[in-house]
């Protein structure tokens, strides 16, 4: 059994798969970046709990993050009370991506895998925007390639700098308006903020498609892509596990590669 950990900065996802590579179950946490090693270990032992599933049945784990707090406390959990040594994703992990960018190490894990996943399951190129404390876009060709991207801010971060920074505003609930002429501050935040966002990310989809030259699927995915999944022509797919079947398809390769050099008698190098 596969447990694959995708660390936001905000929320992180646990997935679980079977031998099949069969996505079983899957968990939506905060991400707390204090939370110890043991603490991790019993967290995860009662969440699998709760679907009949214990910690002794896996046998690999696999970790994206963009929180190194998180990623070392889960390094160690997985080492020492599993006693599995972790894949976890980065620029210099052999993904099968071609990176064609002038800082491909700096890139995100999330975006990573993002990318890996959405190529494999939809054909190039595309258009991948995940929806989270930022939202990211990012470009591969029909090759496969990694073309480059574009980062803003989150619809939820937005609200709260704004909230945070204008003394008669105030959080709200996050959905979208039923018009962006809001009759009240609080419809008037979401018309700006959600209904904004939106056509942020139209706007965004819409250039990028234009530099492309082109057609190119749009695939969302995300914590807040609920929020906008049915509300635009311009998504061609939600996939709310897009990233954890990226982490199961990059754990393959590595397995792969591993049993591979195993066989030829070679030492196995992630990068």
Not at 24 to 41: A, G
Not at 193 to 205: K, N, R
Request: glycine share 10%; net charge negative; with cysteine.
């Amino acid at each position: 059994m596969l447990l694959a950990a995708e660390v936001g900065n905000t929320n992180t996802s646990i997935g679980v798969f079977d031998a099949a590579g069969e996505l079983i179950t899957s968990f939506r946490l905060s991400t707390e970046r204090d939370r110890m090693p043991d603490e991790w270990f019993g967290l995860l032992a009662a969440l699998l709990a709760t679907e009949g599933r214990t910690l002794q049945e896996v046998d690999g784990v696999i970790i994206s993050s963009v929180v190194p707090n998180v990623t070392t406390w889960l390094v160690d959990m997985a080492r020492k009370r599993l006693g599995i040594e972790p894949v976890v994703v980065s620029g210099d992990l052999d993904v099968g991506l071609d990176l064609d960018v002038e800082e491909p190490r700096q890139l995100g894990a999330d975006r990573i895998v993002d990318c890996v996943a959405a190529y494999h399951f939809y054909g190039g190129p595309a258009i991948i925007v995940d929806l989270g404390t930022a939202t990211t876009f990012d470009v591969i060709d029909r090759s496969g390639r990694y073309k480059g991207g574009a980062i803003a801010a989150g619809v939820g971060t937005s609200l709260k700098a704004l909230a945070t920074n204008a003394a008669q505003l105030f959080n709200v609930e996050l959905r979208m308006p039923d018009s962006v002429i809001g009759r009240n501050t609080a419809d008037q935040l979401r018309a700006g903020i959600v209904a904004g966002h939106l056509a942020m990310v139209e706007g965004l989809i819409e250039r990028t498609r234009a530099e492309l030259s082109e057609p190119a699927k749009v695939i969302i995915t995300g914590g807040l892509a609920p929020l906008f999944a049915d509300r635009s022509d311009s998504f061609d797919v939600y996939d709310p596990n897009l990233t954890l079947n990226g982490l199961h398809l990059i754990y393959e390769r590595v397995r792969d590669r591993q049993a591979a050099a195993a066989t030829a008698g070679l030492s196995w190098e992630a990068s």
